[in-house]
């Protein structure tokens, strides 16, 4: 049920763009993403609920192609402060009702 | 106030010690979780609070067991727990229905020796 999430890690000078990548191979109903630094909690970037929605967050920006079953996630110009991990995340139905399981997470490093 | 606060930051127990975790939101979300993160792993769900009702229960340990006092509080106690139960706990919140994002708290640091 776990998302699988590429790349595994990325390293950045400041200014440079990347993206990560969220897919599964059950449906998605919606994608969420966080960012996560060392020693910190999780802290909530967007969510997607529709395929083909599109969302922004400052210089964060992110897609849903719910029939490929895919989410991506687009961090433009990046700074410093983008640097720590990224989870998306996403609900599903088990036997004990609405769970939700995060992706294995993108390591993030953003150098000056 | 958009925080969650959880306390302690830290704690150190024996095998054979009783303690318990305490998280606390008042944003006036009606759904609260606890999470367990192990080093360089994703946070992974262990139990649900709708309404203060449990709602779901992952197949975690009976020596975790979950207390929702009210719609603000959060209790995870803790009896007989394994070295291997170290980890991170996270409590968390949300609207009710999930579509709106989970606010973390900053966790419990565990370490069972």
């Known amino acids: 049920q776990q998302p699988v999430q590429s790349p595994q890690a990325v390293i950045l000078r400041e200014g440079e763009d990347a993206v990560i990548n969220c897919s599964s191979s059950?449906?998605?109903?919606?994608v969420h993403w966080y960012r996560q630094k060392h020693g910190e909690a999780p802290v909530f970037l967007m969510i997607?609920?529709?395929?083909?929605e599109q969302k922004g967050h400052e210089k964060i920006s992110a897609s849903f192609n719910e029939k490929k079953q895919q989410s991506s996630l687009y961090l433009t110009a990046s700074q410093l402060s983008y640097s720590g991990t990224y989870f998306c995340?996403?609900?599903?139905?088990?036997?004990?009702?609405?769970?939700?399981?995060f992706g294995p997470g993108t390591r993030l490093s953003v150098l000056p | 106030d958009t925080e969650v606060t959880q306390t302690p930051k830290h704690l150190v127990m024996g095998m054979t010690n009783k303690k318990s975790l305490k998280c606390e939101q008042h944003?006036?979300?009606?759904?609260m979780y606890w999470y367990k993160q192990k080093a360089k792993k994703p946070p992974e769900l262990m139990f649900v609070y709708s309404y203060e009702k449990l709602s779901i229960n992952e197949s975690v340990p009976s020596r975790f067991s979950p207390e929702c006092p009210n719609s603000s509080l959060l209790n995870l106690h803790l009896h007989a727990l394994q070295p291997e139960d170290s980890a991170l706990y996270l409590c968390?919140?949300?609207?009710?229905?999930?579509?709106?994002?989970?606010?973390f708290g900053s966790g419990t640091r565990l370490t069972v020796v």
């Open positions: 059950k449906a998605l109903y919606s």
């Open positions: 995340g996403t609900p599903f139905l088990n036997n004990y009702g609405q769970n939700f399981v």
């Open positions: 968390a919140s949300s609207r009710q229905g999930g579509g709106y994002g989970y606010t």
């Open positions: 997607l609920l529709k395929g083909g």
């Open positions: 944003m006036g979300h009606r759904a």
